[in-house]
């Protein structure tokens, strides 16, 4: 069973930096797209971040220049590098992967159980 482990969310004060982290746990034969979704409180969930397998990235307006989306060169783990982080960036934050399990599998799309990011002012 594959799931995907977060790490690295926190309280930061504004004008802060936090770096989360996602990877799959267990065997998986290949990833695509990467990506970083948030959702605050009374709101739906956004896009932040996401990146292709080629490295191609796309950003709302909102995070676009504060936040760098990445992946290593395995292309396992995805990180969100966030810089001068606002209040209303609080929220919790889930990365998402698409991957095939197997060869004889299809792409599925998998969630990470969300980590919480608090902005104080």
């Known amino acids: 069973q594959v799931q995907l482990v977060e790490s690295g969310g926190g309280l930061v004060q504004a004008g802060g930096s936090l770096r989360l982290s996602c990877a799959p746990s267990g065997s998986i034969f290949s990833i695509s797209a990467m990506a970083w979704y948030r959702q605050a409180p009374g709101k739906q969930r956004e896009l932040v971040a996401r990146?292709?397998?080629?490295?191609?990235?796309n950003y709302p307006d909102s995070v676009k220049g504060r936040f760098t989306i990445s992946r290593d060169n395995a292309g396992n783990t995805v990180y969100l590098q966030m810089s001068s982080l606002k209040p209303e960036d609080t929220a919790v934050y889930s990365c998402?992967?698409?991957?095939?399990?197997?060869?004889?599998?299809?792409?599925?799309?998998?969630w990470g159980q969300g980590t919480q990011v608090t902005v104080s002012s």
């Open positions: 990146i292709t397998p080629t490295g191609n990235t």
């Open positions: 998402n992967v698409i991957l095939r399990v197997s060869f004889r599998t299809s792409w599925a799309e998998y």
